[in-house]
């Protein structure tokens, strides 16, 4: 929604600007140049990513349209379940867990915390690494370096589609010249025509340098800044279980695992001590 807003707001002050200073919009309505500037550009995407990044930027494009799914109460839930995961092996041996950890969608444990659930990705990496404790043959070290590991190649393959889109930009006003340069071009083989059709030609060709840097600047370039910083949010997430993972590993109670989690989260989604902790009483008494 905020895209929008965005570009709708970028449209109506340039846009409004040039009619309010005496301007004709019909004489920015050029569909060629921008045939031109978006052929070149979608031509140049091709060229220059691979399948799998292509896939990747196709795939994250949706996601600019929704708002954030990573809330307080997301994480409220994500340590709820880390706190009864931990007090069970606590209470039971590491053991007890084995059952939930291999069939996450059918444990009961899990199956209490749907939003969590949903995101495959965030219950892969969780069960992972319960798994490598079920087993018992690595350290806190270790294991943190493996986590570090993947949280890093995690976050490799997520900046993939910003770099892409980032890029894509970069090239929007040079291929804007690109169009101009044409347009210059068929003015300047035009030089017979009377005066006015001259100059509405010339004014065509200076249109195509303005759609490349407004497209790059206005519509594309945010783009990349936005999906840089949903990485970031999502990032956190693996954040959260790795630091309540290794604490109790380090051997500290449940409930203090879970603050060490708590403490690495944002300050505009964190949650309060009281606050996680009437949650995982509610959770509990269900």
């Known amino acids: 929604m905020l895209v929008i807003l965005g570009y709708l707001i970028v449209c109506g002050a340039v846009f409004g600007g040039f009619a309010m200073a005496g301007g004709h919009l019909a004489a ?8 031109m500037i978006g052929g070149a550009a979608a031509g140049a995407f091709l060229v220059g990513n691979n399948g799998k990044a292509i896939k990747a930027t196709l795939g994250a494009l ?3 349209f929704k708002g954030s799914r990573f809330t307080k109460d997301l994480y409220m839930e994500l340590m709820s379940l880390l706190f009864d995961v931990l007090s069970k092996v606590r209470k039971e041996g590491l053991m007890s867990i084995e059952g939930d950890i291999e069939k996450p969608e ?16 965030i219950v892969e990496f969780m069960t992972d690494y319960l798994r490598l404790m079920v087993s018992g043959n690595m350290d806190a070290f270790q294991i943190e370096n ?11 393959e997520g900046a993939v589609p910003a770099h892409c889109i980032a890029k894509l930009g970069d090239g929007l ?7 101009a340069v044409m347009g210059v071009v068929h003015t300047m083989e035009s030089v017979g025509i009377p005066p006015s059709e001259l100059g509405m030609l010339i ?4 249109v195509g340098t303005f759609l490349g840097i407004l497209l790059a600047y206005g519509f594309v370039g945010p783009l990349a800044s936005l999906l840089e910083q949903k990485l970031e949010e999502e990032a956190k997430m693996y954040q959260c279980v790795k630091v309540t993972l290794l604490a109790s590993l380090n051997g500290y109670a449940p409930a203090l695992a879970v603050e060490f989690g708590r403490k690495v989260l944002y300050s505009t989604e964190r949650p309060t001590f009281m606050e996680l902790e009437e949650h995982i009483k509610k959770a509990k008494a269900k």
Do not use: C, R, W
Not at 28 to 35: D, G, I, K, N, T
Not at 106 to 121: C, I, R, T
């Open 146 to 156: 493996l986590m570090d590991n993947e949280i890093e190649t995690h976050h490799h």
């Open 173 to 179: 006003p040079a291929f804007g010249i690109v169009a």
């Open 28 to 35: 920015l309505f050029q569909p060629l140049e921008l045939l």
């Open 203 to 206: 004014a065509h060709a200076l």
């Open 62 to 64: 949706p996601k600019l």
């Open 106 to 121: 059918e444990s009961p444990l899990f199956s209490k915390y749907p939003a969590v659930l949903q995101d495959h990705h």
